[in-house]
């Protein structure tokens, strides 16, 4: 079992960054996909990013292209997302994710609020 905790998240102004990140326990980190999802109040939880296991293959949702960036640290059993040009709309709790075929593990959350 993989056991995720998120970290990084806060209030920032609009326009600000934040990065965002989820440190990895209990299993091998490097054989899983990671991904970041994130739910904002009254909304499902949507995917935001994902990277694939030696990071050599990334996606994002296309209202974060060109703003977030997905990166891991293997050597550190540690994914980021790093949020730049952050709008109001991306405030949400973000979730850390990992995924090998069928399980799927997932962290408590760390709450983002992009506010003046």
């Known amino acids: 079992q993989v056991q995720l905790v998120e970290s990084g998240g806060g209030l920032v102004q609009p326009g600000g960054s934040l990065r965002l990140s989820c440190a990895a326990s209990g299993s091998i980190f490097s054989i899983y996909a990671m991904g970041w999802y994130r739910q904002a109040p009254g909304k499902q939880r949507e995917l935001v990013a994902i990277?694939?296991?030696?990071?050599?293959?990334?996606n994002y949702a296309d209202s974060v292209k060109g703003r977030f960036t997905i990166s891991r640290d293997n050597a550190k059993n540690t994914v980021y997302l790093q949020m730049n040009s952050l709008k109001p709309e991306d405030t949400a709790v973000y979730y850390c994710?990992?995924?090998?075929?069928?399980?799927?593990?997932w962290g408590k959350g760390t709450l983002v609020t992009v506010s003046s």
């Open positions: 994710n990992a995924r090998l075929g069928p399980m799927d593990y």
């Open positions: 990277i694939s296991s030696t990071g050599g293959s990334t």
